[in-house]
Structure formats: C-alpha cells, structure tokens
C-alpha cells in the first residue's frame, strides 16, 4: 500500500479587520440592495421552496440522469480528430419555457461532477433556478469523474488537461448544448446563461466571464482563486489567527519546540520526539514535519451544515490540550500556558516536553501513522520516485497535481519570516513540497511539466483585480483560501454593487453558498442572507437583459 499526502487543494492570512468589510454602496442602476429588507428577502426564499417534496432528495441522482455532449479533445489544434464525452446533469424541476429562461451551470471544477448533485438538487443551481423558472445543470470538468479522453494518465496523456482547454469546452458547450426533452433552443447567447463554481472551479467561473463575454451574460464565482501562486504560505495563517487561541497558542509553540528538535544536532532527541508520534522510523525528518500537519487541512472542511462539516479539526483542537494521565500532571494544568512547568513532562533523559506536544503526539499516532499498514517510509516518505509513477486511470490524484505543477502552484509552505509564529514547521518548503511534480509527472514526448508551475496564465486573466460587470465573487472571512481570491488583504478594496458584486460571508470558510438545505428556514442566518442576495441580484440582471439583436 503507498500513501502520501497530496499537497491540499485548495489552501492562504489575513486580518479581520480587513479592509474587505460589508459596505453598503449605491448600485449603477441606482438600486440599493442594503436598503431591502433582509428579513422580507429571506422569507421569499423561504417560502418558494418550503413546499418542495421531501422525496426529491432521496431520489435525486435518479432525477438528474447523466446526459452526455462531444467535445473535440484538442480545440486549438483542428487536425486532432479526438473527441470525448463531456458528461452533464439537468434540473428541470423549476424550467418554464419563455424567451429569457435563465440557465444556470455548476461548474464541476476538479472531482468527479457527480459529486456536485447535491448542489442541483438543494443547492445554489436548485435555489437559483427555482427563483427565476430556469434550468439547472452541472458540467463535470474534462479528465475528473467520466468525462475522460484519455487511456492513461502519463505526461503526454495529460497534456490537454489544462485552463484553455477546459474554458473552451464550456464555451462550446454553451454555444451548442441541445438539451432532451425541451424544445426550445437554450443555447448561448439567445439565452442568458449564468456560471457558477466555488474554489478552482470558482476561479474558472470568472475566467468564462472575462473570456466568453458573449456567451456568460452573468457568473458567481465563489471563494475564486484567481490569484495564481508557486508558494500559498498564507493559507496556514488564516488559519492560525481564525482557530481557537488556546489551540493556536499551543500549536504555535509546539511547532516551535518540535522545530528546534527537528533542526538541532540530538539524534537522541530526535528520535524520542519522532516515537512520540509512532513516526520514529520515518527517515526523512520533513516528511515527519509534513505528516504531522494533516490534521490542519481539515480546516477547510468545516461548513455550516453539520451533515457536511468536518469535525477532525476541532477534535484535534481538543486533543492537543486534553488532560495527560500519569506523569505526576494535575488535571488543572491544562488551564496553564504552554511550557508553565506544571505541564512539563520528561519524555527521555534530558527531553522534558509541555503536555500539548505529547498529545499533539499521541493524536497523530492514533489517527494518522497506526493506520500504516506497510513501513512508515511506505506510507509517509516522499523519497521514493516510484510510488509516484503509475498512470493507470485509477491514479486519479494525478489530475489535480498536474494542474497544481503546470499552471496554479498553491504549495503550502511555511511563513518565510524566521520570527513569524508558524503553525506549520520551518522543514515545510516549497523544495520539499513541489518535488512531486518531477517525480511523478516524468518527461514526455510531446510535454514536460516545467520546473515550477508557470502561473501567468492566470494571473494574466486579473489576478486580484480580476472584474467585470455581472461578475459577483462571494468568499468566506475565514477561508484559507481567501489569500487567494479578490477579498485578499493584498487585493485592493473595491465597492460591492448590483452589477459587480463583492460580497464576504462573515465566519465562513471555504465556498459556503454552494450548499443548501431542503427546509431553508434551517440554514444559518449568514447562509440565508447570501442566498437572498444571490437571487435578488441574479434576478436583478435578468430583468436588463435583452436578447441580441442577430449580426450577419
Ligand atoms: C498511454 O496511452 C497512450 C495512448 O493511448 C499509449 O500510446 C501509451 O503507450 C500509454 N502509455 C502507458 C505507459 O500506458
Ligand atoms: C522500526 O524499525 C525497526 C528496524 O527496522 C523495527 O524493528 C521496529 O519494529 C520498527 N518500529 C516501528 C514502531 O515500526
Ligand atoms: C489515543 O488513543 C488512546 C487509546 O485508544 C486514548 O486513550 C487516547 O486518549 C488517544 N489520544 C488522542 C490524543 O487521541
Ligand atoms: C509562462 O506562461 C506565459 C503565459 O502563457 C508565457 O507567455 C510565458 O512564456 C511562460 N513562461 C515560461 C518561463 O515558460
């Protein structure tokens, strides 16, 4: 069995007091959204989709069959005869033939699409387009789920994964989809089409607009990533400064301690420290320091809906200041800063260790290195070129990787700053973190992967300052990834308005609008608001459009 970590997809720091704070501004068209009732939005929400039947859910895949559109392999290059079946999924619970029927697309990003059903059914599409009688659909992303060109995953194979390519097959589908069983031709631009996507795929929404104006009348992009980055340092930093303090507090000068030990000259030490773990026989030292900072990943899995949320986070949170028994510890010395002696406990001669290492120890090795079933090298090392070298179909963590190797980067390194606090070891660099593109993506004949990944291509689409009208970015306060979207403290501050959206959900995470529930008086006050602001904006730039006068 090999196992590795993959470098997290999608990762960033900030300050909340950011200057990217709700600010109520006049809209171009002179309508002040602010000024509605948010109480009296939240209700119509509410009430439009109280009464939808319970047994939708339960019965979702089987309503949104799997239809399939051709796409040419290679758009660029016309003497490439390959095609491939782009698979998609249609809502038309909400459709109501009419000229000016929105249709609404999810785009997949990087998973399989059919992850991305229950967005369809009590989701953003399913609250969007039951808002406006329109049509709902989700596009799964060229290489993830079934939609696949390829017989392998090799250098070559993989050379038409890319940002061009995966634009263009939503443009062309958009321009030619033919959707069954509806009459009407819903294609782009008689139609107003309307993109969403959270994250990668949230950066990919504004992309379309800003590529494929004629054919985007509007887009959502969610917690985007539009800033391209080699080294995502920042992403551990929103989570430091948004966790709880104490576990920040006890995480921060844990990694201090393990780091000095780590970097100091006592194989003794070093190896007590590593047992504390059940790591002791990981050979390399940074693959230690990277197997321990799993838990922190787990962050951006938290989501307002506990049926979707990641507990690991908090569990791990807990773990590290839990009581220790034995070692002469009282239980109140967890109410005692790190290093207090109290807490001190004397793990070898000479090693005397604070009580949140040990359980920061003990929680990595019940939940991270006993679940090993071959050498800890095996599962942990990142060492050994051949564990990266299978290309079966099956060796699907290939896909994102390569995007991350050739054009997006998102290493999560350290804080460059030797005297910055760190949640995340100082052994953690972008060396460390980015071989695996070299090992795993080995020369082709037609491609090779560049040393680092080349992310101009899209930091040339906007970056932060990425805009346009009737494109809304939605992002989460605490999202780690918000280092990387327009709300970045780096990013200049900009007015939120109708036609160009700015919105930051307070407290939230990762893509937090992309989720409902059936019953929408159960969400979050937070999550009711974004909804309602979504759709009153939507419907806002529905009422100006006009269908385009044809050009011959
Ligand atoms: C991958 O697929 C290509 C095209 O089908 C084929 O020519 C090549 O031999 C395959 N390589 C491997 C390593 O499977
Ligand atoms: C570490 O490796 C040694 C020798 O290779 C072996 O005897 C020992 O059982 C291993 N320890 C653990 C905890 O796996
Ligand atoms: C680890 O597992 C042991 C035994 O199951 C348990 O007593 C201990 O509380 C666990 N510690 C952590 C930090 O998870
Ligand atoms: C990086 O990508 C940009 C845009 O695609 C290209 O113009 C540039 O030549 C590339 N740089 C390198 C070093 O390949």
């Known amino acids: ?160 994964l890319n940002n061009e390519q995966a634009a263009a097959d939503s ?93 100091g000259h006592s194989k003794f030490f070093k190896s007590h420290l590593k047992g504390l773990f059940g790591l002791a026989n990981l050979t390399h030292d940074d693959d230690f320091a990277s197997t321990i900072s799993s838990p922190l990943g787990s962050w951006q899995s938290k989501n307002w809906d506990p049926e979707e949320s990641s507990v690991r986070f908090d569990q791990f949170c807990e773990a590290l200041n839990a009581p220790v028994h034995g070692h002469g ?43 090993c079933r071959s050498t800890l090298d095996d599962c942990f090392g990142t060492y050994d070129d051949s564990k990266y070298q299978q290309t079966g179909l099956d060796e699907d963590w290939r896909l994102w990787m390569f995007q991350v190797c050739t054009q997006w980067g998102y290493f999560t390194t350290t804080p460059p700053d030797p005297k910055q606090p760190r949640i ?23 491609f090779q992967v560049p040393p680092l990944p080349n992310v101009t291509a899209v930091n040339m689409l906007g970056d932060f300052d990425i805009a346009a009208d009737r494109l809304m970015f939605v992002d989460g306060e605490v999202d780690p990834w918000r280092p990387d979207t327009p709300h970045s403290d780096d990013a200049k501050p900009r007015d939120d308005t109708i036609l160009r959206p700015f919105k930051l959900i307070p407290g939230a995470v990762h893509h937090w609008d992309e989720n409902g529930l059936a019953d929408v008086t159960q969400e979050p006050v937070v999550i009711q608001d974004i909804h309602a602001e979504e759709v009153a904006i939507i419907e806002q730039w529905l009422a100006d459009w006009k269908p385009p006068t044809k050009k011959d």
């Open 329 to 371: 510890i009282s239980a109140k010395a967890t109410d005692l800063p790190f290093g207090d002696p109290a807490r001190m406990v004397e793990v070898a001669d000479g090693l005397t260790l604070d009580l949140s290492i040990l359980n920061y120890g003990a929680y990595i090795k019940n939940n991270t290195a006993s679940r």
């Open 1 to 160: 069995m090999t196992r590795f970590l993959l470098p997290l997809l999608l990762l960033g720091f900030t300050s909340f007091t950011g200057v990217n704070s709700f600010s109520p501004v006049i809209g171009p068209q002179g309508v002040n959204f602010w000024n509605l009732d948010k109480q009296e939005a939240r209700e119509r929400v509410a009430s439009s989709r109280r009464d939808l039947p319970l047994e939708i859910s339960a019965r979702a895949f089987e309503e949104f069959e799997p239809q399939w559109f051709e796409q040419p392999l290679d758009h660029f290059d016309e003497s490439n005869p390959h095609t491939f079946k782009q698979r998609y999924w249609v809502s038309k619970r909400h459709y109501k033939a009419r000229q000016g029927a929105p249709v609404f697309v999810l785009d997949g990003g990087e998973t399989s699409g059919a992850n991305r059903l229950p967005f369809l059914d009590t989701g953003i599409v399913d609250i969007l387009a039951r808002a406006t009688e329109g049509l709902g659909v989700i596009l799964e992303h060229r290489y993830y789920g079934e939609s696949i060109a390829v017989e392998n995953l090799t250098t070559d194979a993989l050379r038409w």
């Open 171 to 263: 443009a062309n589908f958009m321009a030619k989809v033919k959707f069954e069983g509806i009459e009407e031709d819903l294609t782009a631009p008689s139609t107003p089409w309307i993109y969403y996507g959270g994250s990668y795929a949230g950066a990919r929404s504004a992309h379309m607009k800003i590529l494929y104006p004629d054919l985007v009348y509007g887009a959502i992009a969610s917690s985007a990533v539009t800033h391209a980055a080699v080294e995502n340092w920042q992403y551990m930093e929103i989570i430091r400064k948004a966790a709880d303090p104490k576990c920040s507090h006890h995480l921060e000068n844990s990694i201090k301690i393990i780091d000095s030990i780590l970097l």
């Open 424 to 446: 995340l070891s100082r052994l953690i660099t972008l060396p460390h973190e980015s071989k695996i593109c070299q090992q795993a993506y080995l020369p082709g004949e037609f």
